[in-house]
């Protein structure tokens, strides 16, 4: 079983930073992507930022700029650095990662509970 807990969601000012941060647990041979989306109320889901296992980032064109996905592979963690946040970023945001869980097993997709982020003054 694996787990992803996500951390660093709040409230902050129109024009502020924050950090979320997600920790992937439990039975891990291999973890390729990793990424988080958003969902705000009333939306679907939609893709945030994305990461490979060799470090490559892929971002939504409505955050190029101003976030700033990166990982850790020794401990298995995923950030997302914002800046610049506006009250349209406001979200449930949610950290995915691919996870096998042994070499010949393959890769499983996993999503974390959510952390809110508010972005209001």
């Known amino acids: 079983q694996v787990q992803l807990v996500e951390s660093g969601g709040g409230l902050v000012q129109p024009g502020g930073s924050l950090r979320l941060s997600c920790t992937a647990s439990?039975?891990?041979?291999?973890?390729?992507?990793m990424g988080w989306y958003r969902q705000a109320a009333g939306k679907q889901r939609d893709l945030v930022a994305t990461?490979?296992?060799?470090?490559?980032?892929n971002y939504a064109d409505s955050v190029k700029g101003r976030f700033t996905i990166y990982r850790d592979n020794a401990k298995n963690t995923v950030s997302l650095q914002m800046s610049s946040l506006r009250p349209e970023d406001t979200a449930v945001y949610y950290c995915?990662?691919?996870?096998?869980?042994?070499?010949?097993?393959?890769?499983?997709?996993?999503w974390g509970q959510g952390t809110l982020v508010t972005v209001s003054s």
């Open positions: 995915e990662a691919y996870v096998a869980g042994s070499w010949f097993s393959p890769d499983r997709e996993h």
């Open positions: 439990g039975i891990i041979y291999r973890i390729s992507t």
């Open positions: 990461i490979s296992s060799g470090g490559i980032p």
